[in-house]
């Protein structure tokens, strides 16, 4: 009769497996390593970029959730041209003004490729005008999720700028230590470039012992941990498109934006709202908040870039929840690292087409600014008058989508120039997901929503039509000379959906 060791060993071989060897636990425990000091995963920047097999012609991602602060785009991409790569594409969720150092990387070859949700300043400027021979192709937010998700975004190596982190790469935007040099908040769209990258580097200025928690990304995404000097400023998360106005005229605007929404059939007791970024959507929400004092009336969830003014209002129990897939000052930051009821989302989980629980999908109402809007309710966010990519798509069209109501804020003009227009410069946003445009002059509402029409007339506001809105700004300052576009494409816009909605040629100065 065969012992159980025996029957233990034909076992094994059955199973193509070793027999268990009890010396070798005990040699390993021996050997246990320390991991704040041993982790194989830290690095230096240039060791994580070889370990990581990176090459010539690869894509590396990046996100800008410390915005005008960023300090990681600039410090990778130098790296890398020192290290002499070439070919390389930037999938960045956004580029700011602080990037224009892109420019001469661009222009040695180390950078040949560019998707991003935006682009501003110099970078903007050089590439409107000819810079890439390759155009920038611009996806909104959710568009960009999604593209990452099913594969038609492909990422090599994502390089994630995180406030604090672990040796073993659990990483996330704020930090419980006394060490804590920056601090963004969400990395809502850093997430699907953590979870579907080939390879995933953390950098961090604050590198906590393990474990890391509660975490936004996991350690089982990571692949290389690098401890530099910054990784971002904090103060200037909320600089350039992201701003609190006195401007009278953004003042009336958002006052005008508000008595929509009070006068629409979906300000009730559960209603979810959204802001985009500029100063007269934000203010929006001031006049929002009396009247929800006034009548008693509290919000489901306030959802997107998170605010000071939307933290204020869940805590005086206003709002329920926040979820937050960007966090748009620092109010909103510590906000998220304490309170249970802010919860931050994936740009999947916040804005994909293709993801059945993204939250706007369940989205009630949407402030939003514009450059401009046309006749057929189209809208621009990209573009501007002088026909130099100054902007981003952000999830403009994303929420527009989804919404039940969906606002566009805007002035009837800028300077001399037109906001309403026979035909938007790029669209970015389809006029059959915008329902209503809010000037000083009136408010279009569009013919797809007549019954809005006669809600927000009953209320007694000021309802035009848009042509009235267009013929009315060609009457103040005359009809604007065409743009001096040129035939050479420098920017695809892509449909959330993933196809092509339109293309954006190069100006010429």
Not at 202 to 220: A, G, K, R
Not at 264 to 271: A, E, L
Not at 347 to 368: K, M, Q, R
Request: net charge negative; proline share 4%.
């Amino acid at each position: 009769m065969k012992t159980r060791e025996q029957l233990t060993a034909q076992a094994a071989e059955r199973m193509g497996k070793p027999v268990y060897d009890d010396a070798n636990r005990a040699k390993a425990t021996e050997q246990k390593l320390d991991i704040q000091k041993n982790s194989p995963k830290l690095a230096t920047l240039e060791e994580a970029i070889r370990k990581s097999g990176l090459k010539d012609g690869d894509t590396i991602s990046f996100h800008h959730h410390f915005r005008a602060g960023d300090k990681v785009v600039n410090m990778v991409v130098d790296k890398l041209a020192e290290m002499g790569f070439k070919n390389l594409h930037v999938a960045a969720s956004s580029l700011q003004d602080v990037h224009a150092p892109l420019i001469e990387h661009i222009k040695n070859g180390v950078v040949t490729k560019i998707s991003t949700s935006g682009l501003r300043g110099d970078l903007a400027k050089e590439i409107s005008m000819g810079l890439m021979d390759e155009p920038v192709v611009f996806r909104s937010h959710g568009g960009r999720g999604s593209a990452i998700a099913n594969g038609d975004l492909h990422i090599d190596v994502a390089f994630i700028g995180a406030s604090s982190s672990d040796p073993l790469g659990n990483a996330c935007g704020y930090s419980r230590s006394e060490n804590a040099k920056s601090i963004c908040g969400s990395l809502g769209y850093a997430l699907p470039d953590a979870r579907y990258a080939d390879k995933v580097v953390i950098l961090t200025d604050d590198l906590v012992p393990y474990p890391n928690t509660p975490n936004s990304v996991s350690e089982h995404d990571v692949d290389y941990v690098v401890e530099v000097d910054s990784v971002g400023d904090s103060s200037k998360i909320s600089s350039g498109a992201i701003r609190d106005t006195k401007n009278p005229r953004d003042i009336l605007l958002a006052q005008q934006a508000a008595k929509v929404i009070l006068n629409s059939g979906y300000f009730k007791p559960g209603f979810s709202i959204q802001t985009g970024s500029g100063g007269a959507s934000l203010a929006a929400v001031k006049f929002i908040r009396q009247a929800m004092i006034d009548q008693g009336i509290k919000a489901s969830f306030a959802l997107g870039g998170i605010t000071a003014h939307m933290v204020k209002m869940h805590e005086e129990g206003l709002i329920d929840r926040l979820i937050d897939v960007q966090s748009f000052d620092k109010v909103a930051a510590e906000s998220l690292k304490n309170d249970p009821m802010h919860k931050e989302v994936s740009a999947c989980e916040y804005a994909s087409a293709d993801e059945p629980g993204s939250a706007t999908h369940y989205l009630d109402i949407v402030i939003l600014s514009a450059l401009e809007a046309d006749v057929d309710f189209n809208v621009n966010v990209l573009v501007g008058s002088d026909g130099i990519i100054r902007g981003a798509i952000g999830g403009h069209p994303d929420t527009a989508a989804d919404s039940a109501l969906s606002i566009i804020v805007c002035p009837l003009l800028r300077g001399r120039i037109p906001c309403i227009v026979d035909k938007v410069t790029t669209l970015i946003t389809p006029g059959s997901t915008v329902d209503v445009i809010v000037t000083e002059y009136g408010i279009a509402v569009n013919p797809r929503r007549p019954e809005l029409a006669e809600r927000l007339k009953a209320a007694g506001l000021n309802v035009v039509d848009i042509n009235w809105l267009k013929d009315k700004a060609l009457s103040i300052i005359g009809t604007p000379d065409p743009l001096p576009f040129g035939d050479k494409v420098v920017g695809i816009v892509m449909n959330r959906d993933g196809s092509v909605q339109d293309t954006i040629l190069n100006i010429i100065e």
